[in-house]
């Protein structure tokens, strides 16, 4: 398997750790990342298929990266793992480049990637996103098995959905039958009511100061690792957000109109401060659990997102992790709330880069990559 623990460490016996270049597919979060790697001193190279990344890359020359790698495919980039090497590379992944290679490839991709790859299988099933946030303490919307028991209001979700497309609401076994696609794989979801946040949150296992997640001990006993809460979006959804305008859900519907759940954008926002406790809670219960998934499992590493609804009675359901970075954290590319309170200008991609820059300087490349 690439990326396991041998070949990672041939694979980096053969890096100049003075001339790492972080490399990135150019959409996503791509902006930040680049910009983040330039900031903390590296080389950069996007990687990008058509002429259009490339002009746009040319608005934000804060972003250019130093070197482009053209391909027609982005399959070609398993071609190329020599070349990578070659130049140091250390490709930082998100959601495009796992959803362009498919999860089976980007796990057998034989370059050193950021964060632990395997843990991106977790995040990709909807049953196993559940053990392991169950595991760590957090709360989901209940699931209903059987259409012919829904009660009260369900958001009925496709697997492989991107972005929330295709998914909707259904109030009874009727409005369900009038939406599915039978042809689809769907699970059916309580519909929580309150409002949204995604939380960003970053565990560096190399620092051993901050907030510290309970139970993460070095074998020598000493407690290691530090969560951070990054920054906070919420999604711009069209058009459920915005449906309210053209009267109650009866009148649209006698228009022929559903609520559609498609990500168009994101806002930034803050938590109401008594709720960061409980916040940091699932945090640090998501980073405890995720070493319990398989054996020997090197659970969380760089940044991950908690997608959560916190309702009227201030309780939080978590309906989705992200074991990486997410586009959401694009609204903080200048910096956070949450981040500002402790260095100004940092980015999750910046913060990403730093995290590699602080385990090349100590020679701890090995444990926060795969
Ligand atoms: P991505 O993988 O891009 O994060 P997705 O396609 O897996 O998205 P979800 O994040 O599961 O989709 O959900 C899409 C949107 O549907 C959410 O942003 C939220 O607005 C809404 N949603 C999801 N689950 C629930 C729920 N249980 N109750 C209420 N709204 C929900």
Same mark, same amino acid.
């Given at each position: 398997m690439a990326g396991s623990g041998e070949q990672l460490a041939e694979w980096l016996s053969a890096y100049n750790h003075d001339e790492i270049t972080i490399g990135v597919v150019a959409s996503h979060s791509a902006l930040q990342i680049l910009h983040g790697a330039r900031a903390e001193g590296f080389r950069t190279l996007g990687i990008a298929v058509g002429e259009g990344r490339r002009k746009m890359f040319k608005a934000? #020359?804060?972003?250019? #990266?130093?070197?482009?790698? %053209?391909? *027609?495919? /982005? !399959?070609? %980039?398993? *071609? !190329?793992?020599?070349?990578?090497?070659?130049?140091? @590379? +250390? +490709? +930082? #992944?998100?959601?495009?480049? @796992?959803? /362009?290679?498919?999860?089976?490839?980007? +796990?057998?991709l034989q370059v050193p990637t950021f964060g632990n790859r395997r843990i991106l299988k977790w995040e990709s099933g909807r049953d196993t996103q559940r053990e392991w946030l169950e595991m760590g303490g957090c709360t989901m919307p209940k699931t209903i098995d059987d259409p012919h028991d829904i009660d009260g209001p369900v958001i009925v979700k496709y697997a492989g959905a991107k972005g929330g497309r295709g998914y909707f609401v259904a109030r009874n076994f009727r409005d369900f039958r009038r939406n599915v696609d039978l042809e689809e794989d769907f699970t059916i979801q309580e519909y929580i009511l309150g409002t949204r946040y995604y939380m960003q949150f970053f565990y560096d296992p190399i620092c051993d100061d901050g907030y510290q997640v309970e139970g993460m001990m070095s074998r020598e006993g000493q407690e290691i690792g530090r969560l951070e809460l990054l920054t906070i979006d919420r999604r711009d959804e069209a058009n459920v957000d915005e449906f309210y305008k053209l009267g109650s859900l009866r009148d649209l519907r006698d228009m022929g109109l559903e609520p559609s759940f498609v990500v168009t954008g994101n806002a930034e926002v803050v938590l109401r401060e008594s709720l960061l406790p409980e916040a940091f809670r699932l945090g640090e219960g998501a980073v405890a659990s995720s070493l319990e998934l398989e054996e020997g499992a090197r659970g969380m590493i760089g940044p991950f997102c908690l997608e959560a609804i916190v309702t009227d009675k201030l309780e939080f359901r978590v309906f989705e992790v992200s074991a990486r970075i997410v586009a959401g954290s694009n609204v903080s590319i200048g910096g956070s709330p949450y981040m500002n309170i402790n260095e100004d200008n940092m980015s999750v991609g910046r913060r990403i880069a730093r995290c590699i820059k602080k385990a090349a300087e100590k020679n701890r490349l090995q444990e926060i990559l795969s």
């Open positions: 934000f #020359p804060g972003a250019e #990266p130093d070197e482009w790698l %053209m391909l *027609d495919d /982005y !399959k070609q %980039m398993l *071609d !190329k793992a020599d070349w990578f090497r070659e130049r140091n @590379v +250390i +490709i +930082i #992944p998100h959601g495009s480049l @796992v959803e /362009y290679l498919g999860a089976d490839n980007f +796990i057998d």
